[in-house]
Every structure is written in C-alpha cells, then in structure tokens.
C-alpha cells in the first residue's frame, strides 16, 4: 500500500487519526486526512464537556461534524470517550454520589444512542487507574461513586449501542512491569470472567524519554489478548525527531503487527503542529504537512518491510 490505511488493510487493520472539527476547513489537512487514514478518532468533540454541556441537552455539532468528514473518506470511528474524570461538564464537576452515577449513566446511554450504528469501538471509560506503583483506581468524583461504576458504564454502552466494540483506555499501561498495567489486566481478567461486556483495551501510547516505548510492549498487548479482547493503539505520539523516532514508531507499528487481535493504530494528530503538546515534534507529518522519517517507516512495517 501507498497510504498509511492501504499499508494497513493488507492485514485487515487499520490506520487512524485524531481529528479536531476547527480543522477541517484546512485543505492541507484534510488532504492528508482522506488521503492517508481509515479510522478517526475526535480528538476532544465527543467528550462529555462537548456533548452534554447542560445536563440533559446534548451538543453534537463539533461531533457531527467530524462524523460527516469520516462518511465522505469512507474511514470508520473510535469513540472517544464516555466516561473520564477529565472534561467533564462543569455541572458534572460538582456532582457526587448516586446523583452522578446515574447522570454517567444517562450519558452513556444518550450519546452512545445517538450514534448507534456509527461507531466501531467506543472508549466507553479512560484513564480510571492511578499512576505510580499502587495499581489503586484513580480517586475521581466517578470513582466515588463506587468500584463498580466501570462496569455500570459498559453494560450501558453495550445496551445503547450492541454493535459497537466496547473499550477501556489507558496510559503507562504499556509496560508489563509495571503496577498500573497489571491493575488494568486484572481488571479485565475479572470483567471477562463475570461476563461484564469489553471487546477491547486501547494503549494510548504517548512515549517520551521519561517513558519510551517499552521493550516488552509487545508482550503487553499480547498478554492483553490473551485475556479475549482485542487490542489497539489508540493515541500514538513518539517524542523525538530523525531516525531515532523513526525507529520507535517502526517498534511500535511491528508490535501491533505481532499480535493477532492487535486491531489497529491511531495517531494522536496529522502534523507536528496538530498535536496537544506544547512543543516537541511527535508526529508523522511536519508542520507542512510533508512526510518524516518516522511516517516513512511505519508505512514500510506495514506494508512488511
Ligand atoms: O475549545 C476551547 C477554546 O474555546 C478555548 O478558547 C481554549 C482556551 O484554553 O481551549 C479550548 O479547549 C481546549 C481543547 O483542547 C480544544 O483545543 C482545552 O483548553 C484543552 O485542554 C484541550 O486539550 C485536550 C486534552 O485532551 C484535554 O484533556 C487536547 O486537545 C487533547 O489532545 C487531549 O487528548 C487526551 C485524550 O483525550 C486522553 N489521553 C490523553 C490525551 C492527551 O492529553
């Protein structure tokens, strides 16, 4: 293949972008868009701040959007995402309590209703586990609400909308080692045992120096596997520039490729100049929009070079 997503059908995959809606009137970025990616992923427009900005009245405008930009180029949807401690609704900020519960669990229900049909995988809850050593949930107002507010959440999800692939997302879970990865597999080991309904875990996979990608990445996803999900990479940024950020997207895109059930690849922006990170040139594609080293070799991986 000569597009990232063409490389990536070869082996039934996927390629895929987060997408900001302020964007698509950029041709240079939708060029790249529809040129090169099968799958996005609305980088902040289907979060609970922007689809449900007054309890009970839900905004899908920027979503929409995005939604009918992913129809025209013939690429699919992630979901991102339902439940999360972060950008929530500032009335939701202030809730605790059963109060909370069931209004996350009325907007699960109402936004993954909404675009049933629509969405391949939804990240149905994010980052619910704490950093550090401790494998402990992260404290969170939802947390608060009790343990099993995690698994309220994907029988929600899987009632609105049964077709849709039902996924936990995570960041520094891609180190086997450490605490936090084997508090999220034990998670989903206890899920699949009791029947409660997840299809998938998403790697996030922003790697620095301060966390570069592991040497057991690999087998992270395929112990994940293991346990009967699918995996996917769901928000890949590599700091860096030249042949040594080349080298780790190459890492990244082959570990996906070694696992089976490993489903797909998503990256958290086109352009250096698209991404979240203040600075830094993580991407795949300069501020020009010209293709890096690093581009270059994951479309070689995965056309199996
Ligand atoms: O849209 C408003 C704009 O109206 C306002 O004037 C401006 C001033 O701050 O803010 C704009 O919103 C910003 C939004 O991005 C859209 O650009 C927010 O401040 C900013 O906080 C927000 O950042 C997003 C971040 O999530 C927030 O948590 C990033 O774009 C987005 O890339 C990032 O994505 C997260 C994933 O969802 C979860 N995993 C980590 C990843 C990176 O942080």
Redo the contacts with the bound molecule.
Sequence with gaps: GSTLGDAASRTGRYFGT?V?A?KLSDSVYTGILSREFSMITP??EM?PDATEPNQNQFSYSGADRIVNQATSQGARLRG??LA?H??QPGWMQGMEGAALRSAMLNHVTQVAGHYQGKIYAWDVV??AFADGGSGARRDSNLQRTGDDWIEAAFRAARAADPGAKLCY?D?NTDDWNQAKTQAVYRMVQDFKSRGVPIDCVGF?S?FNANSPVPSNYRTTLQNFANLGVDVQIT?LDIEGSGTTQATNYRTVTQACLAVARCTGITV??IRDTD??RASGTPLLFDGNGQKKAAYTAVLDALNGG
């Design positions: 987060a900001s302020g980088e902040n979060k991102h995402t999360w972060q950008q994010n980052e997302n960041y996030q922003h928000e958290w922006g991404s979240w």
